[in-house]
């Protein structure tokens, strides 16, 4: 079932239910919508109501407002959460997370929140080198810029870049090529401050065990500023645990949702 939402700036919100249970909302990382947790969405719905979101710029959310900022996407979150809610279970992945930290601090109908590596700078760890990122922003081949995307900031061997260009969802993330210089300036500019400590809902952040450095330290940096937030490793995973092992990462979600 498909469904939409306006959020606070107007801007339309679709996302796609499936399963039966409690309500949980899915929002995906940069350069993809939907469709990206196809690895794990059919076994996630045997336990929950599963409500996929399109974050705004892609797929069923394209009428969206001129003024970008990744708090207009915790509103854009919020608004779904108070449409398929109360008590919702809320897991963002990657710039998703952000997304839902931002409506976790302004949303009463979030049950608990799972963040999956939110992205951020720490001390002496960049997102992207500054001198990349100047280049990135000349690029103009949107396949040139999705690939570089993924080796500069993901730091993937061009071999895995490779491999997920033969994947259906490759299609989508060019689709969204768009965003993502927009969504790398808020990433840069994001800090795990005093806001965060609003939130006090019960919190676990997931972290691959082979994921690049600064991920690593944003989302320690994430748990430190949450009261009772724990932090839980994926194993022999790096950024993309529900493609790499499907089975760990809807482990993960279940042993959360039923703490």
Not at 111 to 120: I, K, N
């Amino acid at each position: 079932m498909f469904s939409t939402v306006v959020s606070a700036d107007a801007t339309t919100i679709g996302y796609e239910s499936v399963g039966s249970g409690p309500p949980l909302v899915l929002v995906h990382g940069a350069t993809a919508d939907r469709t990206r947790w196809a690895p794990v969405v059919a076994r996630l719905a045997e336990r929950y109501t599963v409500h996929l979101v399109d974050r705004r710029g892609r797929g069923l959310s394209t009428a969206e407002a001129d003024r970008y900022d990744v708090r207009r996407e915790g509103e854009d979150v919020a608004a779904v959460v108070a449409a398929v809610g109360p008590d919702v279970y809320l897991y963002g992945h990657s710039y998703g997370a952000l997304c839902s930290l931002e409506a976790a601090m302004i949303s009463d109908a979030i049950g608990r929140l799972a963040l999956y590596e939110p992205p951020m700078e720490s001390p002496g760890l960049h997102v992207i080198e500054p001198d990349v990122l100047a280049r990135l922003r000349t690029v103009t081949d949107r396949e040139s810029l999705l690939e570089a995307f993924f080796r500069e900031a993901l730091q993937l061997p061009q071999a895995a870049v490779d491999t997920m260009k033969g994947t259906p969802a490759w299609q989508a993330r060019l689709a969204a090529v768009h965003t993502i210089l927009r969504e790398l300036d808020q990433v840069i500019r994001f800090r795990a401050d005093e806001r965060l400590s609003k939130i006090d809902i019960p919190v676990r952040l997931f972290r691959g065990t082979e994921s690049p450095a600064y991920l690593v330290a944003a989302t320690d940096a994430v748990a430190g500023r949450i009261t009772g937030a724990d932090v839980v490793s994926l194993h022999g995973q790096a950024h993309q645990a529900m493609d790499g092992d499907p089975d760990q990462f809807v482990a993960t979600v279940f042993a959360f949702g039923s703490r």
